[in-house]
C-alpha cells in the first residue's frame, strides 16, 4: 500500500511517500500502527482533528476500511483559491 | 468545460476573452481571480503544494457539479501551483450562463468548494519564517450554504 504525505504532515515525518505492508482494517488502524513505529509519526498524527485523509485519491472517513484500498494520503485541512 | 492545474502563470485576460467565445446562448459571464496577497508587506514568497491526480479529479468533479447544477454553458477552473510571489494569480474560476444570477451563484460555489475540498496547501514564506496556511472555520462553514 501506497502511503502519501502533503505539507506539514509530509515535513513532520520527513518523507513524501512510502510503501508500507499492513494488515489494518481501517485507517484508524493504519493510524496506530504508523504511531507505534517511530516519535515522528506520533508528532504527525497526534491531533486527528487537524488532519484529512483520502484514499485512492477520495477524501474519506478515519473510520473508513482499507479493503482493497491502494493509496492512503494523509494532510492538514485544505487551503486552496 | 475545462480544469487546469500548472506551475506556469496563466494569461487572465487572454483566458477570459477566449471563454465562451463560440456560444451566442450565454447572457451571462463571471470571472474571478485569487491573487497572492501580502498584506503586512512581508510575505516573500507563497508556495502551493498539491496532490497530483487528486486535484485533477477534485477540481473536475466541483467543476462538473457546478455546471449540472445552474445549467452553465461553460465553467473554466485553472489552478497554479509551486512558488507565487505577492501580485500574481494563484487561479482563476470562470462561469457562462443564460442570465447572471447562475453565473454568480456558481462562481461563489466553484471558490467555496475549491478553498476547502480541492487538495491545495498554501506555504508562506516571509524572510524570518516560513508558515503553512490555516485553513479557517469560515471556509468550512461557507459551505454549508450550498447544501
Known sequence: MDILYFAWVRERIGLPK???QTQAATVADLINELRAREERYVAAFSDLSALRVALDQELADFDAPLDGVREVAFFPPMTGG | MRVVV?????DYAAE?????ADRSDIGALVCFAGVVRDTDNTLSMMEIEHYPGMTEKALSKIAKEAKDRWSLGDVLVIHRFGKLTPGEKIMMVATAAPHRAAAFAAADFLMDYLKSRAPFW?????????DWVAAKQSDETALSRWS
Do not use: T
Not at chain 2, 6 to 10: D, N, R, S, T
Not at chain 2, 16 to 20: E, G, T
Open chain 2, 16 to 20: 477570459v476573452d477566449r471563454f465562451a
Open chain 2, 122 to 130: 498554501k506555504k508562506e514564506h516571509s524572510r524570518e519564517s516560513a
Open chain 2, 6 to 10: 500548472q506551475a506556469e502563470p496563466f
Open chain 1, 18 to 20: 512510502e510503501q508500507i
